[in-house]
């Protein structure tokens, strides 16, 4: 299971960013995805989730609203769209794969300077 995250960067408070997460070693389009962040200092928490087929959502209090979770079974892909972005979104940012056992990607940066 190999989970390889892109697309973290430096971006200005109201600013916009998509996150990718590409996927191999399993069967994608048979998993739920999710994306956590872990804040300096604090623990990982969770984000956001998506179902199988791309169906059902789910979000964090914290980023209703703001942030859309999305996959693409054909490229073995989930994104994180991230519009509004608040200094207190900066964190390193993770997808997780789990059947059982949980994978995790090495994680990008997403820096919002206040």
């Known amino acids: 299971v190999h989970l390889v995250e892109s697309g973290g960067g430096l971006v200005q408070p109201g600013g916009s960013l998509r996150l990718s997460c590409a996927a191999s070693?399993?069967?994608?389009?048979?998993?739920?995805m999710s994306w956590y962040r872990q804040a300096p200092g604090k623990e990982r928490e969770w984000v956001a989730g998506i179902n199988r087929v791309g169906t059902v959502t789910n979000y964090a209090a914290s980023v209703q609203g703001r942030f859309t979770i999305s996959r693409d079974n054909a490229k073995n892909t989930v994104y994180l769209q991230m519009n509004s972005l608040k200094p207190e979104d900066t964190a390193a940012y993770y997808c997780k794969a789990s059947w059982g056992d949980e994978y995790w990607g090495q994680g990008t940066q997403v820096t919002v300077p206040s």
């Open positions: 070693g399993f069967t994608f389009s048979s998993v739920a």
